[in-house]
């Protein structure tokens, strides 16, 4: 086995570690912004480990390089993806309305931060759903897809 998968695997056992203990220090807090904000690290701390198994699967070659699906299901894939764009498209309505009406910067700067999630979701969806459309998708289409939009690292600053 490389060092690499070795080490994926291990980052994505301290991930599922730091996960468990944060869970009881989010439920202690008492404010429920404070809260969120552990309960934030905490599902991002979940991605990231999830993201850890999926680089073990795609290094191990276990990761199977077309989604080879019959037609039903990959017509119902497609139209849940739809479904999800539309709600996001209806989400990122909404919390623009929200930053119009707060009165608060740092509650409009919060509702900016969650805007740009649900626009990059859309985003995704959007694209995930035209290559689920085309007969000829390639792996790669996938990678990329995830590595643009996805797995993006946040400007410095």
Same mark, same amino acid.
């Given at each position: ?35 969120? *904000?552990?309960?934030?690290? !905490?599902?991002?701390?979940? @991605? ?9 699967? #795609? &290094? /191990?070659?276990?990761?199977?390089? *077309?989604?080879?699906?019959? !037609?039903?299901?990959?017509? @119902? ?9 539309? #709600? &996001? /498209? ?68």
């Amino acid at each position: 086995m490389s060092n690499l998968l070795e080490l994926l695997k291990e980052q994505k056992e301290l991930e599922l570690s730091h996960v468990e203990k944060l869970k009881p220090t989010a439920k202690a807090i008492p404010s429920v912004l404070l809260s969120a *904000m552990i309960q934030s690290v !905490i599902h991002d701390s979940q @991605k990231h480990a999830d993201i850890c198994q999926a680089l073990v699967d #795609v &290094e /191990a070659g276990t990761v199977v390089p *077309m989604l080879d699906t019959d !037609i039903a299901s990959g017509v @119902k894939m497609s139209q849940a993806v739809k479904q999800h764009i539309r #709600v &996001e /498209a209806e989400m990122i309505r909404r919390i623009e309305s929200m930053i119009e009406q707060a009165e608060d910067n740092r509650v409009a700067s919060i509702l900016e931060y969650l805007l740009s999630d649900e626009r990059r979701h859309h985003i995704i969806l959007t694209r995930l759903s035209n290559l689920l459309d085309r007969d000829d998708v390639t792996y790669d289409e996938y990678l990329e897809l995830a590595q643009k939009y996805m797995f993006v690292l946040p400007p410095e600053g």
